[in-house]
């Protein structure tokens, strides 16, 4: 599956190596494009995920605000719920296209 803005990859990875929560696909963090993800001062904490770190995107010449997120550190009572641990893992908000 990949990742795309404005033209660039920003991520790319099988999907089996994808995580699927709440309708978003979460991309392991080795799949993400170098230089793609800058961090982002935006504070949000998910009652049940946790602590999580947004990045604007990189890509078309411009800095995208706020299009992609993480759980750095997710609650451990996350991975139960997910089936998984996404610790790391990147989405992105609508705007960015994601397909097979």
């Known amino acids: 599956m990949k990742a795309?803005?404005?033209g660039t990859v920003i991520a790319e990875a099988a999907k089996d190596d994808l995580i699927r929560i709440e309708g978003n696909w979460y991309?392991?963090?080795a799949s993400i494009a170098p230089g793609a993800l800058?961090?982002?001062?935006?504070?949000?904490?998910?009652?049940?995920?946790?602590?999580?770190?947004?990045y604007s995107v990189?890509?078309?010449?411009?800095?995208?605000k706020?299009?992609?997120?993480?759980y750095p550190n997710p609650y451990?009572?996350?991975?139960d719920r997910v089936g998984a641990d996404f610790s790391g893992y990147v989405a992105?908000?609508?705007g960015v296209e994601v397909s097979a």
């Open 4 to 6: 795309v803005l404005a």
């Open 27 to 29: 991309f392991p963090p």
């Open 38 to 54: 800058v961090e982002s001062p935006t504070p949000y904490t998910c009652p049940w995920k946790g602590v999580c770190q947004y």
């Open 58 to 64: 990189q890509a078309g010449g411009d800095l995208h």
């Open 66 to 70: 706020d299009l992609a997120w993480s």
């Open 76 to 79: 451990p009572s996350a991975f």
């Open 92 to 94: 992105f908000a609508p």
